[in-house]
C-alpha cells in the first residue's frame, strides 16, 4: 500500500468518515432488529421494512446528489449528510422504547435516509478526486477495505456494548436464534428497550465522528470543480460581466 495516498487531505478525511460509515451500517440493525421483535413481536421481516424509508430516500436522492458533487465543496455535501443523520439517529434512538409507534421509527429513518444520500457517493467521489490516475486502484483498493474495516469493527462493537447493557440491566445476555428473537414478557420489555437504546448511542457516536472529520475537507482539484466554481473569463467579457 502506497502511504504517499494519505498526503492527499480529502483521501484521509474520505478514509475516516467511511471508517465512521461502515461501523455504522454494521452496528445500526442489531439493536433496532432486536428492539423491535423482543419488545414488539414483529417477524425478522416485518422489523426489517422498518429500515425501508431510509432506503427510499438514499434512493430517491441519488441522482440529485450525485449532480451535486462535481458543483459542490464536499465539506458542503457531505456535512450536511452528516449533519442530518446525526439528527434523524438521535430522534430514532430517543423513540426506541417500549410504546414507540411505527411511523416513530419510519420518520426519523427517512431523516437518516436523506443524509445517508449525501455521504456514501460524495464520500467516495471525494477520496479519489485529487490522486493522480496512476495511484486509482490503488486509492479505491485502500479505500473499501478501510470501509471493511470499519464494518468489523462496528459489528463487534456493537455485539459488546449490547451484551453489556443487558447485563448492567439484569438480564442475560448472548445470542438469539437464528430465526429471530422471541417477544419477551412484559416486565421484560422496558428494560430490553432501554439497553438496546443505550447500544445504539455507538452508531450515533459515529456519526458525530464522521461529521467533525468531513470538516476537514479542502477544495477538490479536479476540472470539472474548477469549471463550475469559477467562471470563465473568456465567457464573461462576451456577455459583457465583469
Not at 31 to 52: C, D, F, I, K, N
Not at 180 to 202: D, H, K, N, V
Amino acid at each position: 500500500m502506497p502511504l504517499g495516498l494519505f498526503k492527499d487531505r480529502n483521501f484521509s478525511v474520505s478514509n475516516v468518515a467511511i471508517t465512521c460509515m461502515g461501523s455504522i451500517g454494521a452496528s445500526m440493525g442489531f439493536p433496532l432488529m432486536l428492539w423491535a421483535q423482543a419488545v414488539h413481536g414483529y417477524s425478522p421481516t416485518e422489523s426489517a421494512l422498518l429500515m425501508l424509508p431510509m432506503a427510499a430516500m438514499s434512493i430517491l436522492l441519488a441522482k440529485p446528489v450525485g449532480d451535486l458533487t462535481d458543483q459542490v465543496h464536499p465539506r458542503v455535501v457531505t456535512g450536511f449528510g452528516f449533519a442530518v443523520s446525526l439528527i434523524g439517529f438521535a430522534l430514532l434512538t430517543w423513540r426506541i422504547d417500549a410504546d414507540t409507534a411505527v411511523w416513530e421509527v419510519a420518520v426519523p429513518m427517512a431523516i437518516i435516509g436523506i443524509g445517508n444520500a449525501c455521504i456514501w457517493a460524495p464520500t467516495a467521489a471525494t477520496a479519489n478526486r485529487n490522486l493522480p490516475l496512476r495511484l486509482a486502484g490503488a486509492g479505491a483498493g485502500v479505500y473499501n477495505a478501510t470501509r471493511q474495516v470499519g464494518s468489523v469493527l462496528g459489528a463487534a462493537a456493537i455485539a459488546v456494548l449490547m451484551d453489556a447493557r443487558l447485563s448492567a440491566h439484569g438480564l442475560a445476555g448472548g445470542g438469539s436464534p437464528e430465526g429471530g428473537a422471541t417477544q419477551l414478557p412484559s416486565f421484560l420489555q422496558a428494560p430490553f428497550a432501554e439497553s438496546m437504546q443505550q447500544a445504539m448511542y455507538l452508531p450515533l457516536a459515529m456519526y458525530a465522528v464522521g461529521l467533525v472529520a468531513v470538516l476537514f475537507y479542502e477544495a477538490p482539484r479536479h476540472a470539472g470543480y474548477r469549471a463550475a466554481a469559477t467562471p470563465d473569463p473568456a465567457g464573461a467579457a462576451a456577455t459583457g460581466v465583469s
